[in-house]
């Protein structure tokens, strides 16, 4: 069972910014895509970032020009670099490695 370590979240005011990351447990490369999503009480989990196998970026239009999702496949460790966070960033954020799934960081956004 591979498991996924993230860290990096907290309490930022706006306008500030986060780095998260994340670490795969397992060794080896994996050859997969990696995501970061995010999600709120009573909204369903929606997509923040990822990188496909063919190394293909896609964002979600609210974090466009903000966030930057990267990742290093030798270390199988990735991060997401929030910029500008508003308080409408506020979320749980999962790290996502093909199937696999992080257990949360609680990124806090103040006003």
């Known amino acids: 069972q591979v498991q996924l370590v993230e860290s990096g979240g907290g309490l930022v005011q706006a306008g500030g910014s986060l780095r998260l990351s994340c670490a795969a447990s397992?060794?080896?490369?994996?050859?997969?895509?990696v995501a970061w999503y995010r999600q709120t009480p009573g909204k369903e989990r929606e997509l923040v970032a990822s990188i496909a196998v063919n190394t293909t970026v896609d964002y979600a239009v609210s974090v466009r020009g903000r966030f930057t999702i990267s990742r290093d496949g030798m270390k199988n460790t990735w991060w997401l670099q929030m910029n500008r966070l508003k308080p409408e960033d506020t979320a749980t954020y999962y790290c996502?490695?093909?199937?696999?799934w992080g257990q949360g960081t609680q990124v806090t956004v103040s006003s």
């Open positions: 397992e060794t080896g490369i994996w050859v997969a895509p």
């Open positions: 996502k490695l093909a199937k696999y």
